[in-house]
């Protein structure tokens, strides 16, 4: 048996959560253990049951511990009052930075939660959070440029570029040498040149005729 030191309980509860984090992102959440969580942890299962409950009370304490810290990186790597490109910029660094430094993190909270009730729960959370800060963002923006965006097409926006940089940050979990400095810019360079545009008026249409449904379809739009 392992020999216990006595540590705070906040420090010990961080312990099992990062051992958690481990077992969870490189076994899933159906074939971790709390044995195996246990042992990585140096601790006694009845110890980990004692602290943190059930193996799902554990998972879902590890989903709320990864998205709060994503969500506090992200939030204050803004500078309040910079042009809008510039905070989306320094936000979206922090967001690679951070899955850089924590692909396990973002494995558990990304791939093993968005697949698994009630776990997704706390990922649409995590999103909708995401989108409402992108979204004031850009409507800040938009009224810089004096745009005329509607709120919907903003909203829309919000979510494109939030479910990207997901999707960026899933693929940079598979590539360990992957720049997130460089990756924030190939974002930008993809997404904001769009969407600056949107912003100031100018919105694009196809270049064939449209349909008489299509017509329809645009009349009751606007």
Same mark, same amino acid.
Do not use: C
């Given at each position: ?7 705070? /309980? ?75 490109? /510039? ?5 979206? /660094? ?19 939660? /968005? ?108």
């Amino acid at each position: 048996m392992p020999a216990f030191k006595r540590l705070p /309980r906040a420090v010990r509860e961080r312990q099992m959560l990062d051992s958690a984090v481990r077992v969870f992102s490189r076994r899933g959440y159906h074939a971790a253990s709390m044995d195996e969580i246990a042992e990585d942890a140096g601790i006694s299962k009845p110890m980990v049951y004692a602290y943190l409950g059930t193996k799902e009370e554990l998972f879902l304490a590890a989903l709320h511990r990864e998205a709060g810290r994503l969500m506090e990186v992200v939030a204050g790597a803004v500078e309040p009052g910079a042009p809008a490109d /510039r905070q989306l910029w320094n936000g979206l /660094r922090a967001f690679f930075d951070f899955v850089a430094g924590n692909r396990e993190g973002w494995t558990v909270l990304y791939r093993q939660a /968005r697949g698994l009730e009630p776990f997704a729960a706390e990922l649409t959370g995590m999103r909708s959070r995401m989108v409402q800060v992108v979204t004031a963002l850009l409507t800040q923006a938009m009224a810089s440029a004096g745009g005329q965006a509607t709120d919907t097409e903003l909203e829309v926006m919000a979510h494109a570029l939030v479910g990207a940089g997901e999707s960026l940050a899933d693929w940079m979990t598979d590539h360990p040498g992957a720049d997130p400095a460089k990756t924030a810019t190939q974002m930008m360079n993809v997404a904001w040149l769009g969407a600056d545009r949107l912003l100031t008026g100018t919105t694009w249409h196809p270049s064939i005729p449209f349909t008489s449904s299509e017509r329809r379809e645009r009349r009751l739009d606007h």
